[in-house]
């Protein structure tokens, strides 16, 4: 089965931190995205990537930087970090073919204090 | 404003019954579709994907697509208690390649 990890699992930090959610996928699949998710609203796309070097907006972009470095590392960057972004993060990976199929991994909880 | 409606936000049923979770797009160009499902602690995980008008079973899991209608349904019969979970719709489609757009979620409870 597909292999998505993140880390930390938990991060705590104060208003205008700076934070780095890290994710990697063992299953070279092209396609990989961040998420966050809060009751109410689901999963609300927040970047996404079909490669390394290739970053596409998502929904709910603002106050968030990402990178893809390789195929399998994908980064979400919080450079001023502030309590609108308190919240459970989500990266997943998918092949990119037919089906569109996502795998996620098992999220990070983000609290800005 | 949210291209996939899940109805209802919350749903009980006991042990053994029928449960039914709906789903809405509002975007045409939106034709394929997805079930996923989310214990608490854990990430989500796809369930069922359903391309077709009509039915498509996969075990006590029964998915409905009307396209037509843009609406998709859900119907897991012979609820269990492990079924308890979160649960979202998600449609494939539109211009942007590679991405699923995901409703708010139903959650269900199965009470033993």
């Known amino acids: 089965e597909a292999a998505v990890t993140q880390s930390p699992r938990n991060k705590v930090t104060v208003t205008g931190g700076n934070v780095t959610l890290s994710c990697r996928q063992t299953n070279s699949h092209n396609y990989m995205y961040w998420y966050r998710q809060d009751t109410g609203h689901g999963l609300r796309l927040i970047h996404y990537s079909y490669g390394a070097g290739n970053l596409q907006i998502g929904d709910v972009p603002d106050g968030y930087k990402a990178t893809r470095t390789t195929q399998e590392d994908f980064f979400l960057l919080l450079e001023l970090a502030s309590p609108s972004q308190t919240s459970l993060y989500f990266c997943?990976?998918?092949?990119?073919?037919?089906?569109?199929?996502?795998?996620f991994g098992p999220g990070t909880r983000l609290t800005v204090l | 404003q949210q291209k996939v409606q899940q109805s209802p936000e919350s749903l009980s049923v006991p042990e053994g019954g029928m449960a039914s979770l709906n789903c809405t797009s509002s975007?045409?160009?939106?034709?394929y579709f997805w079930w996923y499902r989310q214990h608490s602690g854990e990430g989500p995980k796809a369930l069922m994907?359903?391309?077709?008008?009509g039915d498509k079973k996969e075990g006590r899991f029964t998915a409905h697509l009307n396209k037509a209608s843009l609406h998709v349904s859900l119907h897991i019969r012979d609820s269990q208690p492990s079924d308890s979970a979160l649960y979202f719709c998600?449609?494939?489609?539109?211009?942007?390649?590679?991405?699923?757009?995901f409703g708010a979620g139903t959650q269900l409870i199965v009470i033993p």
């Open positions: 998600a449609a494939k489609g539109g211009s942007a390649l590679g991405r699923l757009h």
């Open positions: 975007d045409r160009n939106f034709q």
């Open positions: 997943a990976s998918s092949d990119g073919g037919g089906s569109y199929e996502q795998y």
């Open positions: 994907s359903i391309f077709s008008d």
